[in-house]
């Protein structure tokens, strides 16, 4: 991403080759292959926190290939010029379709509900067209998203930090 850019720090659980692999069904040529290189339209900037990894779970689930870019949180990747482009919170992941639908420029997307929701509507899987389903499916992801997945963040936070640091009620 250049200077400035996120890290070229890879997270422990990213695969080495920072790429998945499509299912072999899609008959693309070798990792090294310039086939290869051009079938990769999405760029994941990432770093392994829970609404990193529910992104990655999806586009394996997708079987979309995909390129990782690490942004190491840690060292403040986040707070850089180029990312906050892409997502003006500051917070990771996001996603770039370098080839969107509609054959333009590349298309950014932040926050992993509103990623995970592209990417399923761009696969043509997990996302229903009819207006009762997608609504039904819309309104588990944004609860998911609101409540489930904070609160089991802060149960997180509040298990490791134990007694240690005495009364943290609100």
């Known amino acids: 991403a ?3 850019g996120p890290s070229d720090v890879t997270p422990p659980d990213v695969k080495k080759h920072h790429m ?3 299912p072999p069904s899609a ?3 070798p990792l090294a292959s310039p086939e290869w290189k051009d079938a990769i339209m999405l760029d994941l900037y990432y770093w392994p926190t829970p609404n990193g990894k529910k992104v990655t779970i999806l586009l394996e689930e997708l079987g979309l290939p995909y390129k990782v870019v690490p942004v190491n949180i840690s060292r403040g990747d986040q707070f850089t010029d ?3 482009r892409m997502n003006p919170n500051h ?3 996001v996603l770039v379709d370098n080839k969107p639908a509609d054959g333009g420029s590349p298309l950014s997307v932040f926050e992993s509900g509103s990623i ?3 990417l399923a509507e761009k696969a043509g899987k ?3 067209q009819d207006v009762r389903t997608k609504y039904e499916v819309n309104q588990w992801v944004i609860w998911q998203m609101a409540n489930q997945g904070p609160k ?3 149960c997180g936070h509040f298990r490791r930090l134990g007694d240690r640091a005495g009364d943290q009620s609100y």
């Open 27 to 29: 008959k693309l040529a």
């Open 116 to 118: 995970m929701m592209y």
């Open 152 to 154: 089991l963040g802060e």
């Open 91 to 93: 917070r990771m992941p």
């Open 126 to 128: 997990f996302w229903p």
């Open 20 to 22: 998945r692999r499509p």
């Open 2 to 4: 250049g200077a400035g």
């Open 82 to 84: 180029d990312f906050l």
